[in-house]
């Protein structure tokens, strides 16, 4: 590895921790039984998460089934649903962000638990037996476990101490500098990877892109049959489409050296997520309409593009 890339790559854990720490302080995980006063809505996040995208995920996966970097890569990333700078689009792209943000300690806590299980099926037993544990497990506990319990307890002293409630704000503030310095981090830490496998890289864009295009009708359709009015389809439409990929990263980077380029995966899926969420805010207001109210069209008309 280029001496470039291995300063970068020592830098990456505390990045990592900051970043997932600041993530985590915006996750509302005291306001976890509110997820579940509105029933419906929280029926359609865990059903459009948690068992149509697995399937959307098992097909596509199938043709880069033949290489288990790859496959565990796109995996890890595409099976757990984002619980931050989501929040962000759905705002921008008409929905409504405060649902999501109840909804998101269910989504984090349920794609802890059931990742492994889908990481056994999708991939297999013999894919998932050549994972190294131990460093997984390291990574685990150090990059998330930690970050997570020490959100928790800023949470609960921001109740009580001004302190905490300035650390939470300016957190709230880095974020988005956190997630770029992040980004660009771990992509130097990955040009070496990325330049040496550019071949089997590529093979991975159409997966994402196809993603991106199926899910927003699957998560209109899951909303249709859910009685969902039109801001909340279009809150599942981005809930559906974005993927948890920085608090994944760690657990690729985990990897042993014959999975390594998993992680570049991961980092390829968030730069075409990150462009294709540039243009939902502008598509999906448009794709998921209200129907027109009285002067707005013709009686009985239905205006409609994926479902109005």
Known sequence: MPAGALGFGTAINPVLMVLLYATFLGVPFARIRAAFADVRFMACVVVLNFVVV?????????????????????????????????????????????????????????????????????????????????????????????????????????????????????????????????????????????????????????LFVGFLVVMPVLANLIGRLGGQPVVIRRTLAFTGSTRNSLVVLPLALALPPEMALAASVVVTQTLVELLGMVTFVRVIPRLIRQRPGPGRGAPGQDVRAIGG
């Open 54 to 206: 697995p399937l959307v995920v098992f097909a596509l996966s199938r043709p880069v089934a033949f290489d288990p970097s790859l496959l565990v890569g796109v995996l890890l990333v595409l099976l757990c649903p984002c619980v931050d700078y989501v929040m962000v689009f759905t705002r921008l792209g008409g929905g409504d962000a405060g649902r999501l943000v109840a909804a998101s300690p269910v989504q984090m806590l349920l794609q802890m638990v059931l990742l492994p299980l889908f990481l056994w099926l999708f991939a297999g037993g013999a894919v998932v037996a050549a994972i190294h544990w131990a460093p997984f497990a390291r990574a685990f506990l150090l990059l998330i476990v930690v970050p997570l319990v020490l959100s928790v307890l800023t949470q609960q002293l921001a109740r009580r101490q001004g302190a905490a409630r300035v650390v939470m704000r300016a957190m709230e503030s880095a974020m988005v500098p956190l997630m770029m310095g992040t980004l660009m981090v771990v992509v130097a830490s990955q040009f070496g990877h990325v330049a040496a496998q550019f071949g089997l890289l590529v093979r991975v864009v159409p």
